[in-house]
């Protein structure tokens, strides 16, 4: 047991956040020893907590109590809490040192609380880190490596480590910029950075903070960088990994995986071995391709064989809500890519199409849509636009699309939509549905699109925003696209 671990033996240690990440913190804390406070706004979250064998208090009577931190030797946050959340702030102004749920993850690992450590390879990058991921647990179920895909795929890095049955030998772990910047001390076998792009700007103060978060990635025995991504590209001079390779979609130099015409070739770790066959990758198209070469990267840095990583690939399946065909109307099909929660991740499945009736809008969280707007406006055939910052987007249509058709689904009643107020083109139209929730204003977005559409076009939900304005999560609002689509079957034929 490492000297940080054994001071929290009957220490009080606070833990922010009573979602999945909190509560997977409870156990361990206490199998260290340690007395668990739990703190949230949510009374219910909390009672869960409670129930676990935690202390609860409502954060708000927390922060209302002077001195509300003394005695507690540790906070540990879920990624939720921004650096200058005023708890958060409080505890460093306290010298209360702050860990996130990975870096607890990593020392309880390192300390064998749960056996032996776990070999980590971690996924990281603005878009394509489930997909990412999926493909390398794919990959290591091909080769028979007992492993478990973690972190913000959705299953807890602590609940993996704990997980009855099968012990899982190696992680693969899905990690955002919010849980590496509370991480400093991870040190995995492997580690990605598949792209970075404005995201999360809000959180990080700016995009030399994010990227710093992701370079958390590179710190272990291996990097490995996407290569054709302007930013993450360059970063190899900034890579603290022992050994930094990469990948990229054309040929690859030593050191790196690419295509070899329509085969995926690793002159990384090999001479020209051939992984997979271009075809087998889904999804198809250069996402697809690039997740990959990423996933074949990581297996390949812990000495997976080729043919476990062609295995993998082809027993791959994508994921929900990732450009996942809902079905095709009147000749119109309808993609649910609502994962694509910023503009970098909206542009591929935009791109992937000739003719496209897009649906978007929601929280920007302070990206700009103006480079993707200018990218994928000669595929644009109209546009229908939803959420707090559609306005916005609305905007960067106007000056960059002004030729083709924009509703705007207006359900504002207290004004909280940000950007553009008035038509700014002839092509304008605004549809005023004020206090519809999350699925009736999807409802009606899905039917403006489809009367924008014509046979042969495609109408692509990929938001190029946050969901959490009008839905509970992204995977809300892909069900309420399939569902509003579904409903247009009494006016077409669904198939």
């Known amino acids: 047991m490492t000297e940080e671990l054994e001071r929290l033996r009957g220490a009080q240690v606070l833990v922010a956040g009573a979602g999945i990440s909190g ?3 409870i156990r361990p804390l206490l199998d260290l020893g340690a007395r668990v406070t739990v703190t949230d706004r949510n009374p219910d979250a909390l009672a869960h907590c409670a129930e676990l064998g935690a202390d609860t208090v409502e954060l708000d009577n927390l922060l209302d109590g002077p001195g509300s931190l003394r005695g507690y030797a540790l906070v540990v946050t879920s990624p939720g809490f921004p650096p200058d959340a005023p708890l958060l702030s409080r505890a460093a102004g306290a010298a209360v ?7 607890l993850s990593w020392r309880v690992d390192q300390a064998e609380l749960y056996g032996l450590p776990r070999r980590w390879l971690v996924v990281t990058g603005t878009n394509g880190k489930t997909t990412t991921t999926m493909m390398l647990q794919a990959i290591l179920e ?4 007992s492993s478990a895909a973690c972190g913000n795929i959705g299953l807890p890095v602590l609940d993996a480590l704990r997980r009855d049955g099968p012990r899982a030998d190696v992680l693969a772990v899905e990690l955002s910029s919010f849980q590496l910047h509370w991480a400093p001390s991870v040190r995995p076998a492997a580690g990605v950075i598949l792209n970075i792009a404005e995201d999360h700007l809000d959180w990080h103060g700016g995009i030399e903070n994010y990227i710093d978060a992701k370079l958390g990635a590179l710190t272990g025995a291996v990097g490995v960088l996407g290569l054709d991504d302007p930013i993450a590209g360059g970063l190899r001079e900034r890579s603290r990994a022992v050994l930094t390779v990469g990948f990229t979609l054309g040929y690859p130099d030593a050191g790196q995986l690419g295509i070899s015409g329509d085969v995926l070739v690793d002159r990384a770790f090999a001479d020209s071995a051939v992984l997979a066959a271009v075809a087998d990758v889904t999804p198809a198209g250069p996402a697809g391709l690039s997740d990959a070469l990423a996933a074949a990267a990581l297996a390949r840095a812990i000495d ?6 062609h295995d993998g690939l082809r027993r791959h ?5 990732r450009a996942a065909p809902v079905g095709t109307v009147d000749g119109v099909d309808y993609i649910d890519d609502s994962k694509a929660t910023n503009p970098h991740a909206a542009r591929s499945s935009l791109l992937a199409r000739d003719a496209v009736v897009w649906i978007a809008g929601g929280m920007l969280k302070g990206a700009r849509v103006d480079d993707l707007v200018a990218d994928v406006a000669p595929r644009l055939t109209g546009a229908v636009l939803l959420g707090r910052d559609a306005g916005q987007i609305a905007d960067a249509l106007a000056r960059h699309a002004p030729g083709i058709p924009v509703v705007l689904v207006d359900t504002r009643d207290d004004g909280t939509m ?3 107020e008035s038509g700014p083109t002839p092509e304008f139209r605004r549809v005023s549905a004020p206090g519809a929730d999350g699925p009736d204003a999807m409802r009606i977005a899905v039917r403006e699109a489809a009367a924008l559409a014509s046979p042969g076009h495609a109408v692509v939900l990929a938001p190029a925003a946050a969901s959490l304005d009008m839905f509970a999560d992204y995977a809300q609002r892909g069900r309420s696209f399939a569902t509003a689509v579904d409903a247009l079957r009494g006016g ?3 198939r």
């Open 97 to 103: 040192p702050i860990w996130g749920d990975i870096e």
């Open 304 to 309: 997976v064989p080729e043919a476990a990583v």
């Open 418 to 420: 940000t950007g553009q």
């Open 492 to 494: 077409g034929t669904l």
């Open 317 to 321: 399946q994508v994921g929900p809500h």
């Open 142 to 145: 091909s080769a028979g490596i």
């Open 23 to 25: 509560r997977a913190t």
